[in-house]
Every structure is written in C-alpha cells, then in structure tokens.
C-alpha cells in the first residue's frame, strides 16, 4: 500500500525557515516525479514544485529562490526546505506523487505551515 | 504560463440531477488533463486522468471529456458524497497548473 506522510509544519515567523518532509512507503520516491502542492485557508490547490526522478527540480515564481526541494533517497522521503517565508505562504502544504503518468494518484495528509509574527 | 480556468465557480444542485463542469486552457493542450474532488478537511482525490480515464475505485458516473483548450467533467447523477469542490489539472512543459475549482453544493 503506497503512503506519503508529510511532517514538519508549524508556527513561524516572517522572514523565517522551515523544513518539510514527506516519507514516502509502497513506492520509490526516486524512481517517479514527486511534488507539493499547497492549499491556503479557504483557496484552491497551488502547484508549488516537482523533483523528477532525473533531478530536475522546478518551482511556481513566487517561491523560486526560497524554496528548495530535495530528496533523500536512502530514507525514501521527499523535502521543501522553505526559507524567508512570507505570511502569504500559509497554508495547508501536501505531498503529492503520480502511479504513472501526469496525475497525482498518491497525496499525503498534509502539513500547516502558518506564517506569523 | 498556462492558465487554467473553470466554470462555473459554483454549481448548485439536488442529489439525482446532472452535474456539468468545465476546464478551459488558455492554450491548447495535451489530452493529459486530470480532475480531482476535494472534500472539507481532506486531501484531494484524483477522479479522471488523460482526460477522460477514471482513476482506480472511481464510480461509472464520472466521466471525463475533451481536448484541446475545453474539457468536461460529467457528474451523471450526483449522489449525496459528491457535493465537494472539483479541480482541473494539466502539465504544460515541466510545471504543473491547477483550476481554480468549481464547487458543488445543495441546491
């Protein structure tokens, strides 16, 4: 059975960093894209970033420059690392990978991520 | 940068009628468009993919259709745990793009 688990969210302030994890179970996370979306209180879902199994990385424009993603492929999880973070970066951040293909099959439960002072 | 657009935002309906979303491109686009049906508190769920496939465990009455810059997703009977919002979805090039979501509620 495939699982993503996010961890990591919490309270920050602006300006601040925070570190997102995915661990992922049933798949290999390096052997497919893997990507988080993030969902603000009461909007739509935002596409936020993709690591291809090659190691390509790519990014929305407003968090290119901030955010980085990464993987660890001995520990089968998946990262954002997110620095100077902007109260308009608040949001619920989930992990999300496809079975194959351009669709997301696999989300995890996600993580809040609240930027504040 | 692709941008995609739906419609209508909201759709108001009783359980048993017909539900009709639409997705459109602001350039054309592959057939790989997907759909996904999101409920208060949960993480999405993917409905359709390439267009017109039902994911795995998807009832029979959602269907998928469309190329190009228009598709549609078909609700043919909406049972009562439809109600939810509904997002299109589309890789252009490397990145990905999502609708800005219709949502589906008690007429």
């Known amino acids: 059975e495939v699982q993503l688990v996010e961890s990591g969210g919490g309270l920050v302030q602006p300006g601040g960093s925070l570190r997102l994890s995915c661990a992922a179970s049933g798949f290999i996370v390096s052997g497919r894209y893997m990507n988080w979306v993030r969902q603000a209180p009461g909007k739509g879902l935002e596409w936020v970033s993709v690591?291809?199994?090659?190691?390509?990385?790519y990014y929305v424009d407003s968090v290119t420059g901030r955010f980085t993603i990464s993987r660890d492929n001995s520990k089968n999880t998946l990262f954002l690392q997110m620095n100077n973070l902007r109260p308009e970066d608040t949001a619920v951040y989930y992990c999300?990978?496809?079975?194959?293909?351009?669709?997301?099959?696999?989300w995890g439960q996600g993580t809040l991520v609240t930027v504040s002072s | 940068e692709l941008v995609l657009t739906q419609s209508p935002a909201t759709l108001s309906l009783s359980p048993g009628e017909r539900a009709t979303l639409s997705c459109r491109a602001s350039q054309k686009i592959s057939s790989y468009l997907a759909w996904y049906q999101q409920k208060p508190g949960q993480a999405p769920r993917l409905l359709i993919y390439?267009?017109?496939k039902r994911a795995t465990g998807i009832p029979a009455r959602f269907s998928g259709s469309g190329s190009g810059t228009d598709f549609t997703l078909t609700i043919s009977s909406l049972e009562p745990e439809d109600f939810a919002v509904y997002y299109c979805?589309?890789?252009?090039?490397?990145?990905?793009?999502f609708g800005p979501g219709t949502k589906v509620d008690f007429k």
């Open positions: 979805h589309q890789r252009s090039n490397w990145v990905f793009t």
């Open positions: 390439d267009s017109s």
């Open positions: 999300a990978a496809p079975k194959t293909g351009d669709a997301f099959d696999y």
């Open positions: 690591i291809y199994s090659g190691g390509s990385t």
